[in-house]
């Protein structure tokens, strides 16, 4: 089932902004280079929010330990410890709005 | 921990910063005897002393923390010491710059183990992973674990910040006393001789080449007092390495008895020679000298005529407690207390930033061969304050007065300059009010006493007297 999350507008290029969307897990929403990235509002390492880190260099960055994940494949760098890759959802950008495919939970790209 | 029941209701932690109080110790105050211009040798050995003098001087003092060029961008630091507390100093996004103990408010380990480093995006403790940004706010810490625990408050828990952060033309300093008054008024009209190094010319100045640490044996007041005022050492001390560079003895130049003076304010102070280059000399490169001369003929309209030949000349600074540097040598330093009888000495080479590439590199270089761990006079140095201090652990040693009464009658009355003016810099006038503001640490607990007594500047006594 697909989604609305937000206006487009609300994601700012180089933004990541967290969302609350009813009955799921908070999601993080990102653009870079113009093109929008969801993915779960919680850090693959230790559970911590992402929308409190940045992007850098096309990677979230986790503000807490500094994991950076790849945004167009996910791939962990810098990992603490037994830190896994990102998983993104899919997502659209449509009418002005963006809409993501939460049910069935992130999948690795 | 658990007054209210371990049950679940235990009192929520205050993570608050906390500053200290500081106390009265008039007893360690009467170490220092005005009257017989002595000072009683306990002061360099005692551990209740040095206690004390952490509480009352370190903690509420403004220290020097880093030259502003150290750390240029948002995320640069180093790591330096007030007292003996362990810091950080950070440069942050909107360009100010402030200051955090360095201890994780959960076990207390240190958070920043490098001593310097650009760009940082936080610090991350080695502990629990406890993580925290440049402006000392806790981050994040493991959210598998905290995050199920509803009454951990993230946003009341950061690294303690100190008081008080400001700069005075290129220098930071810090207080962690929030009531401490502002640095200028720390200083008061002792920036009239801090401009003679700092503002000597367009452009502001610059630490170069990185810092040099080492250990001294000894207790950090004796070399706070040699460069608040000891020439005289120089020449015993440090005669045959002058014969080594120069060729030729410690020489005050004709007209010392004319010119030479001490000036002290609040407890920093300089003793100088107005002979323009005698320090710059001792580098052994004559193109500095030829620098400053230079510098001097220039910088006559910024600095007047008697501080332009103060910056090459035979002169030295300390600016109380533990800060000193030699206008001419260039080089400034800190005396970080390591209990009573150790310091932790760290040297940095200033220079202005406008002066040419390749003079820069000659006052890293004669810097490095004269007042490095390795230098010529700094190794003369270190020996005498290592012995100083050392023997006063004869218990019969540490009963027997010392002497600090050279230059008694001395004050200059008739010069119009900032602060106690004392005549010639072969005088023990300048440590003598160094002492003199030490104890008035010892004696109070509160700034309206420590900035009217005695080491204030003279017209202000006057005015507080009327
Ligand atoms: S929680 Fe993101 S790197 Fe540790
Ligand atoms: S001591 Fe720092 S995280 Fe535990
Ligand atoms: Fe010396």
Redesign the pocket.
Known sequence: MIIEICDSAAIPEGEIRRFEPEGFAPIAVARHEGRLYVFPDR??????S?AE?WLEDGRVV??????EFELDTGKVHN??VG?PNLSFFRCEDRDGKVFATLTGGPEYV | MCDTGCAGNAGRPNMAPVYPKAGRYPDYARLVDRNRAQVDRRVFVDEGVYQAELQQIFARSWLFLAHESQIPNPGDFIRTSMGEDDVIVVRQRDRTVRAFLNSCPHRGNRVCMVDAGSKARGFICNYH?W?FGIDGGLR?T??KVYEKDETFEKAQIGLTPVAQVDSYKGLIFGTFDPNAPSLLEFFGPFTFYLDIMLDNDEGGTEFIGGAIKSEIDCNWKFPAENFVGDILHAFWTHQSGAQAILGGGVDLGKRYDELAFQASVYGHGIETNLDKVGNTRTLGYPELVDYVFDLSERARDRLGDLRSRAIGAISSCTIFPNFSFLPGQNTFRVWHPRGPGKIELVVWTLVNKNAPDHIKELYRKGVMMTFSPGGVFEMDDGENWEYSTRVNQGFVTRQQPLHYALGLQSADLDRDLPGHIHKGSLNDANQRLFYTRWAEFMEHDNWTDLQNGETAPPQKTASAAE
Do not use: K, N, R
Not at chain 1, 43 to 48: M, Q, V
């Open positions: 850090c693959p390492h230790a559970d911590e992402l880190g986790c503000g807490v330990h500094f994991a990992p603490p830190c | 992973g993580s994040g493991d959210g």
